[in-house]
């Protein structure tokens, strides 16, 4: 689990005083990865507490975030510096907060990303690395993985050293994101809910994080509340939506998106939306709320973006999805490989 | 936050194999600090993974847990040992909870304990600290405090490195437990999330933890569930109960318990209970509730237990609840001096 937290609006501006006893010397740098949609937002980038060395590098999330890039990154940072940073934060959604921590991972970690996608794979403690989420719903901030696109698969970086030493949640921070953007986010955690709460592998502990996140989702996205109460609810909402599946698994929404976002680069929020909305078959009553939310805020989903594939490209993202054994045991039981044809996702995926 | 927690039936057979990481040496060994109510329990005691210098420690908790005792046990621990131990382990209620860490903080701090008593004073890190609760409800294994009784004064060491290490939620540790301590320290955990979710510290992040507490400690108490049920989600209300008041505060009755225990030794849940049973004024819904929970399990409070005191005894009591300031601003609100007066509270501890 993250071990501290500091929750608030406007708690930001504590970024300083937290990172101070962190610093390990004056040659040893804080490096701000920062959503470059901030970059000319220059009420936040002042609030960056930049001393000595320290620098912002802005990253686009325009695209999920990949291993190649994560080594490109601990890379530059390496060559720019004579000793490892004091620490690395991250400050956006759920792509640089990933990137955060797979960056604080990979500078105590020899070789490249890609060698440690999976399960525990990593040996060394990371460097401190704190997250700061601009939006609510990924669960990026408290999860026990950083997500990466490898030469390979998309797959995460699992282990004890992953989470996150410090998170700042400020709704604040959450101002300013499109109806779009807002409603896809939202609906990651949404869905990790209902994955969660459903699957095989849920336990008394993951059900009260679920069944939390759950109950502030539907307050957020059914309800009408006021912007500072919804910004506090969903922040809180995906804290505890990510707290539950790092304690269950996730299911078939992520086990396929997952194949959409590794061929089509589908972005993950959106992603998870394309595919929910065609599995009544698995989560009926989940899939039922979930075009109810979409009606209500006027979200309109792609339509077709499987239409032109080849079979070779569907037996692409069939390969991805399949490869993610433990979402398919979760979300339909030990049997799940009698059950989960090649077929039956390629007509899946085809309704998309 | 505590970094690292397993959940789940049996995951007690777990520790063994939770602490082999964290061994320094063979010289350097793990302490048990067990609640002697097991110390006949050969089913549990063949559970507790001993090697090399390994230590269990019984200790007794008709006590509330005291600063002498702490400095006592910690004494004792560096004379047996010519190096600092792996470990401290607590296993039992909030007694060996709390004295768990205290032990583990002073065994690398100077001085004694009840120097430490009051807000963010521990300077350095203590050793590894694991808590295993064995009855739910006081939240001692998420908190950042070890309650102590001092010579002038019942109040925590409240500090980032207060909070364990690890902790093993295992719900089948808790069967056995009568059915009257079951429900003083389940109460513990409902008059949290009351005066919590009450209080004027209440924000959106406590608030999510309280309302999940709240609402299964409403399922444990008021409706009937089946044993194993019961018991996890009793676990579960005690975890985010904890958290919730890690991120506000508590209110009236923890101020006037701590009299009482102070002055007469009265334990933390049961004298939770004497006070809260009487304060309508102060939480007239959580109190209600509260005598439905106690009719429905035939719960008999002592009464008169302040019948036969002296003024002297009052003005004592009165001074201790006085003193814990952030609980009464919390409960009542900045001006709270203008309305808890010295007579108010000697009238209430009156008819206790």
């Known amino acids: 689990m993250v071990s501290k937290v500091v929750f608030g609006r406007g708690s930001f501006t504590q970024l300083g005083e937290i990172l101070a006893p962190e610093r390990l010397n004056e040659s040893a740098p804080f490096i701000f990865l920062v959503d470059d949609v901030f970059e000319h937002n220059a009420s936040l980038i002042a609030k960056i507490p930049l001393l000595y060395k320290d620098q912002i590098i802005f990253i686009s999330s325009e695209e999920e975030p990949k291993t190649t890039q994560v080594d490109k990154l601990v890379e530059d940072i390496v060559l720019n510096s004579s000793v490892l940073p004091s620490g690395i934060i991250g400050i956006g959604g759920g792509t640089l907060l990933d990137l955060a921590k797979a960056v604080a991972l990979m500078l105590t970690n020899d070789g490249s990303s890609h060698e440690y996608q999976g399960w525990d794979l990593i040996k060394n403690k990371g460097i401190y690395h704190v997250g700061v989420p601009t939006i609510s ?69 993951s059900k009260t ?45 992520h086990a396929m998106s997952y194949g959409l976002s590794f061929l089509l680069g589908t972005k993950h929020g959106i992603g998870n939306c394309i595919v929910f909305d065609h599995l009544e078959e698995f989560y009926p009553e989940g899939v039922e709320l979930f075009k109810k939310m979409k009606a209500k805020h006027n979200i309109s989903l792609p339509q077709g973006i499987c239409a032109n594939l080849t079979d070779k ?6 390969d991805v999805s399949l490869s993610l054994e433990p979402l398919w045991e979760n979300a339909i039981g030990k049997d799940w490989k009698t059950k989960i044809t090649r077929s039956r996702l390629k007509d899946l995926y085809s309704k998309m």
């Not at 759950?214 to 059914?222: A, G, Y």
């Not at 490209?313 to 069939?318: E, L, V, W």
């Open 137 to 205: 719903g990924t669960g990026a901030e408290v999860s026990r993985t950083t997500i990466l696109t490898g030469p390979t698969m998309k797959l995460g970086i699992n282990s004890d050293f992953t989470p996150f030493d410090q998170v700042i949640l400020d709704p604040e921070l959450t101002e300013g994101v499109s109806k779009e953007q807002w409603f896809y986010t939202g609906m990651d955690c949404y869905i990790h809910c209902i994955e969660s709460l459903t699957g095989e592998y849920i336990n008394s502990f």
């Open 209 to 253: 994080y679920g069944e939390t996140a759950l109950s502030l989702c539907k307050e957020v996205f059914l309800e009408t509340l006021i912007q500072e109460e919804s910004q506090d609810k969903l922040m809180m909402a995906s804290w505890h939506g990510g707290m539950s599946i790092a304690y269950s698994q996730v299911g078939v929404a």
């Open 313 to 318: 490209q569907f037996d692409i993202m069939i």
